[in-house]
C-alpha cells in the first residue's frame, strides 16, 4: 500500500489514534491537577470536530487501576458530552460481536445499541496501569463498558493461549480489521510468542483486501532480553501497528522492514517522568484508511504542559570553574539558576499564542557534578522557581556519568551464584526455580513478581509438571544464564537473539540488526513498570542501560531512565 | 384523600418504592456474596413487569461509600438491562430541572435526554453510607448520575441553609410534588430544624391540588434526644413520607396524626444486621396516586434470604436445668441445638414453594444465661450448622439481661465530669467545648466525629465565633446537661422535649407523647451509624435504651441493639 494523499469520502475510514491518556495522573497537584483532564477533553473535542468515524486509544486511559471517584465522574461526563448525540455512525461491523467484546453483558458495540446515541465509538484496549484484577477480571475500563461509553476489545482471558480476533469493520469499500491485545507482561507474552501460543486469526474471504490494523500496549523498546516485544514477533500480514505503553511520541509511521507493517507509536498525552522520551511534541493522530491505503496525520495537542530537559556537565566549563574555584558551589548554583531562566524563557517563547497551553512548564536540568564537584541544596534553588515552574521541587536533578560504572546495582542478580555447575547437576527444574528465588533479592523477587500475573505464570510451571512447560523453563533460565555470561565479556547478542531471529526468518526475512539493539537507551522513554525485570540490558559496552532506580520511591510513572 | 382504590390509568402515578438495598453488603461472603444482586435484580425486574412510571429509592442504595468495581459494574448492568428500552415515559416534569438535578453536568432528568433511551426513570436521594464525600461533594450514586442511569436528587450543597425544591411532575390530572433530602448527620439536621433553616418549598400556584411526596434518609426512631428527625419537624402539608435508612419494614402507610401526614417505612431489603427488626419480612411498595388519592401496595420480596431470630432465657427453664445441674453446659448446648434445629425447621416450611429464596437461612438465637449460668464454646456449635446456616459463626449470642444494668458502658460520658459549676463559671464557650472534649474518652471523641461533617459544624461553631453559633452551642451543651440531670432522677422528658412541642405547636397541634417515647427500643431495627452520639437515650427506667456498642469491631451495619 501507499501513503498517498486520502480524500475524506464515504469509502475512508477517519480515525482518532491516541494512547496513554493517564486520566488522573497527580490529579491532586495543585498546578498539575487538571492536565489530564484537560488534554482528554482536547482529545475527544478534536475527535469530534475532525467528525472521525472512531476512536482507538492505545490502552492507559486511566493512571490508576482504581480510578478515584472524580477521574470516573470526569470520564464519564467527558464521553457522554462529546461521543454521544445524533451524528450517525457510518461503517459496518461484520465479525462476532459477541467474540469482540466480552467483558460486559452487553456483547455488542455501543453505537449499535438502540438504547445509547452514539455518534462517536471509542475503541480501547488495556494497558498496564487500567488492566483487570481481581477474580471478576475488570479494569475500570469495563464501567465505561458497561455504561455503553467505550468498546473494550483485546482482553484475552487465557494464560495458556491468545487467539486475536479482529473487529471486521466496513465503510463503502474499505475492509477494516481492527486486532488489539490488552496489555500482558512482558516477559509472559514474549514467552507465550516464543510458543507460539499467539496467533491473530484472519478473516476466511479475501484476505488480501482487508487493511490490517492491530493496538498492542507493550514494551516496545528493549529493556531486557524478553522484556519486550520485538516487532518481528507481529505477523507480516499486519499493515499498521498503533503502539502503546511507550510515552515518547513517534506517531510518525516507520516501516518495519523485515516484516512490512508500519508501527505508529502516538506516545503518552502527558508527561509522567521528567525523561527526555516525554519532552517530545505531543501529538495524536488522524488515521485515514481507505481501501488499503494509509495516511497519518499528525495533531500536536495544545493543552499538553510544556516541558524542557537539558543536561550540564559541569567538567565541561573548566573555563567558568574547577571543584577548587572559590565559592565554586555557589557559581554552580548561579550557573544552573542562568540555565533553568533561559529555559523559562525558552518556553515563554514557544507558548506566545497557545492560549490553551498551561502557563508553569516542567523543567528538569540535569547537572552531571562528576570529577570533584558538588551538589547544591536544591530546596533552596527550587524556592526561586516556585511561581514559575510546574514541578519546583525537582527541577534539578544530579547524575554522576563518570562514577556510574562503578555503582553496584542493589537490583541486579548475580547469575553466577545461581547458576553454579556443581549446582545445576542432579537437581531437578523445580529445585533450580526454587534456587533462582532464593538467591535472588527479596526485592528483585517482588520486582519480578508485581507485573500482574507473572509469578502466576512461573508458579505453574512449577506447579504443572508439564513436559512443555519444564522445557520453557529451562529456555528461560538458559537465556538469563546466556546474559550473564555475555556480561561477563561476549558483547555480541548473537546468541541472545538467536531465538528472536529465528522466529523472524521463520516469517520471512533475515533479521536486520538496527531496529532494536542500536538504539541509545537514554533516548527511549518508557514507562515506568513496577514489575519490569531490572536485568542489566545489553549495552553494547556504553554502560548506561542498566535500570534498577524502579524502587526509589517517587511513584508510579515516575522513575526516570536517565543519566546517573 | 383517601386510600381506596386506584385503577392504573392515564391519569395514575405507578411508583415503585424501595430502600436501603446496600448492593455489596459483604459481597465477598461465599454463601450471601450475591444476595444483595439478586435482590436488586428482582426489585428492578418488579418494576419494570409492573410498567411503573418511576422507582423511588430512599437512600443507601450502596453500601459502601467506595462501592468495588465489581459493585459498580453489576449495579450499571442491571440498570442498563431494566431501565433502557423503549417503554415510554408517561409523565412530565414542570419544575426548573436544573435546581433538582445538580449533581453532574447534565442537569436534567435522564429520560429526557435525547442521547438515552430511558424506559423506567431511577430517582434516588443518597444515603448515610453512599454519602457524597471529598471536596467534588460526589457520591458513588454520581457515577450512575453522570452515566445517565440515575436521577440523583436531593443533594443540599449548604451546611446553612437547606431549602428542598420538589421535583413537580405531571401525569394526566395528577400532579405530584416530589421532595427529596439525602442524608444528614442526624444532630445537625436536628439542629437545622429547630433553628428554621430547612424549608420546603410549595409551587406558587395551585398548592392544594399537589400530592407532596417526600423521602427522607434519617434516624425515624429516637437514638438520642437529638439524634433523629420527629416527624413533627415535617411539614404539614405532607401527603406522605417515604422513610428511608430504618431497616425494619414497616411500609404500610401509618398516620401521623398531628401532622396529618402518613409515613412509610420501606426498610432494607437485606440484613445488614441480625436483630429483630431486620427479621420482618422484607417487602417494597407499589405506590399509585391519583389525584391527591394513594395506595400503597406491599410486594414481599423473594430473593431475600432468611432471617429467624429467638430469644431464650435459661432461668425460665427450671424444669430442664438450673446453675447446679451436673453437666448444665452441655445440657445447654443441647438445648440450644434443639432451638436452632427447630427454627431451621421452620424456615424450611416457609421456603417451600418459593425457588427464589436462598436455601440457608440466617438464623440468631439470643441467650439470655443470667442466673449463674454459664457460656459454651460457641465454635463447637457453629460447627454443626455449618452446611444448613448461612450465618454459623454467629448464631447464638450470650447476652445477660439481669446484670446489664450494672455494666458500665464504656463509651458513656460522664456528664457530671464535664459541667462542674465551679468549672463553668468564668469560661468561655469555645474553653467549654475544649473542655468537653478533653473530659470525653477518645473513643467517644472518635464516635462523635465520624459521622461526616459533625466534626466540621462543631469546629466551626468554635470558629467562627459567631453570635448565633455560640447561642447554638450552648443550646446543644444545656441540652447534654439537661440529660445529665434527667439521668440522675429526672423521670419525664418534659426539659427535653420542649423544643420539639414547640415546633410541632408551631405547625398546627399540641403534641401527643405516645409516637415515640414510648416504643420498645428492643423491637426498633436501626442501621448502625458508626457516628450517631451514644448518650444514654432517655429510657423511662427501663435501663435497656443504652447504645455505645457500636465499636465492637463487627463491622458497619452489625452492631445490633440487643440485650447484652
Known amino acids: 500500500f501507499s501513503t498517498a494523499e486520502i480524500p475524506d469520502d464515504e469509502d475512508t475510514f477517519k480515525i482518532l489514534i491516541a494512547t496513554d491518556i493517564h486520566l ?27 467528525e472521525v468515524d472512531f476512536i482507538l486509544l492505545g490502552g492507559d486511559l486511566f493512571h490508576d487501576n ?42 455488542w458495540v455501543n453505537y449499535q445499541d438502540e438504547n445509547l446515541n452514539i455518534s462517536i465509538p471509542v475503541f480501547s484496549i488495556h494497558g498496564n496501569h487500567d488492566d483487570p484484577t481481581g477474580a471478576e477480571g475488570l479494569c475500570a475500563l469495563d464501567l465505561l463498558s458497561a455504561s455503553g461509553f467505550v468498546n473494550h476489545f483485546g482482553h484475552s482471558h487465557s494464560v495458556e493461549k491468545i487467539e486475536i480476533s479482529p473487529i471486521l469493520m466496513q465503510k463503502g469499500i474499505t475492509k477494516l480489521a481492527l486486532y488489539g491485545l490488552g496489555s500482558i507482561p512482558d516477559e509472559r507474552l514474549y514467552r507465550m510468542f516464543v510458543n507460539k501460543q499467539v496467533s491473530m486469526l484472519r478473516p476466511k474471504e479475501d484476505q488480501d483486501g482487508w487493511f490490517n490494523l492491530f493496538t498492542i500496549h507493550q514494551n516496545r523498546s528493549k529493556h531486557g532480553p524478553t522484556n519486550y516485544i520485538p516487532e518481528q514477533f507481529l505477523d507480516d500480514f499486519l499493515d499498521l501497528v498503533v503502539w502503546g505503553h511507550e510515552h515518547e511520541c513517534l506517531i510518525k509511521p516507520t516501516l518495519n522492514e523485515q516484516q512490512l507493517f508500519y508501527v505508529s507509536q502516538p506516545g503518552s498525552s502527558v508527561a509522567t517522568s ?70 523559562l524563557h525558552e518556553a515563554e517563547r514557544e507558548r506566545l499564542g497557545c492560549p490553551l497551553t498551561p502557563e508553569k512548564p516542567l523543567i528538569r536540568l540535569r547537572v552531571d557534578y562528576s570529577g570533584g564537584f558538588e551538589a547544591f541544596n536544591t530546596s533552596r534553588f527550587s524556592q526561586k522557581f516556585v511561581d514559575r515552574v510546574a514541578n519546583p521541587k525537582d527541577i534539578i536533578h544530579f547524575v554522576r556519568r563518570r562514577e556510574q560504572k562503578e555503582i553496584k546495582d542493589e537490583n541486579s542478580i548475580d547469575y553466577g551464584k545461581l547458576f553454579k555447575p556443581t549446582a545445576v547437576e542432579g537437581l531437578r527444574v523445580e529445585d533450580l526455580v526454587k534456587q533462582y528465588f532464593e538467591a535472588a533479592e527479596q526485592k528483585v523477587q517482588l520486582s519480578l513478581l508485581t507485573e500482574q500475573g507473572m509469578g502466576k505464570a512461573i508458579q505453574e510451571f512449577v506447579d504443572k509438571d508439564e513436559k512443555e512447560a519444564i522445557e520453557e523453563l529451562i529456555t528461560y533460565q538458559l537465556r538469563k544464564t546466556q546474559l550473564h555470561l555475555q556480561s561477563r565479556g561476549v558483547t555480541t547478542e ?9 522466529r523472524a526468518k521463520a516469517h520471512r526475512l533475515e533479521r536486520g540488526d538496527g531496529d532494536f539493539a542500536d538504539q541509545d537507551v537514554l533516548d527511549v522513554t518508557m514507562d515506568s513498570d513496577e514489575g519490569s525485570v531490572p536485568v542489566a540490558a545489553p549495552t553494547r559496552g556504553r554502560g548506561r542501560g542498566s535500570r534498577g532506580r524502579g524502587g526509589r520511591g517517587r511513584g508510579r510513572g515516575e522513575s526516570d531512565k536517565e543519566m546517573q
Open 66 to 107: 482504581k480510578p478515584s471517584r472524580q477521574c470516573l465522574h470526569k470520564c464519564i461526563t467527558m464521553l457522554r458530552k462529546y461521543c454521544m448525540g445524533d451524528s450517525p455512525v457510518r461503517f459496518e461491523i461484520l465479525s462476532d460481536q459477541k467474540v469482540n467484546f466480552n467483558t460486559t453483558q452487553f456483547p
Open 274 to 343: 521528567l525523561s527526555p522520551g516525554e519532552a517530545t511534541k505531543k501529538k495524536i493522530g488522524l488515521l485515514r484508511v481507505k481501501g488499503r491505503k494509509m495516511k497519518l496525520q499528525e495533531i500536536p495537542l495544545k493543552t499538553v504542559r510544556q516541558f524542557f530537559i537539558e543536561d550540564v556537565v559541569l567538567a565541561d566549563h573548566q573555563d567558568c570553574f574547577t571543584p577548587d574555584t572559590p565559592h565554586v558551589t555557589k557559581k554552580i548554583e548561579d550557573f544552573c539558576f542562568a540555565k533553568v531562566t533561559e529555559m
Open 24 to 50: 488522573g495522573y497527580l490529579e491532586k497537584d495543585a498546578i498539575r491537577g487538571n492536565d489530564t483532564y484537560n488534554t482528554l477533553n482536547e482529545i475527544l473535542q478534536c475527535a469530534k470536530q475532525n
Open 494 to 502: 548473537q546468541d541472545i537473539d538467536a531465538e528472536v531471529k529465528e
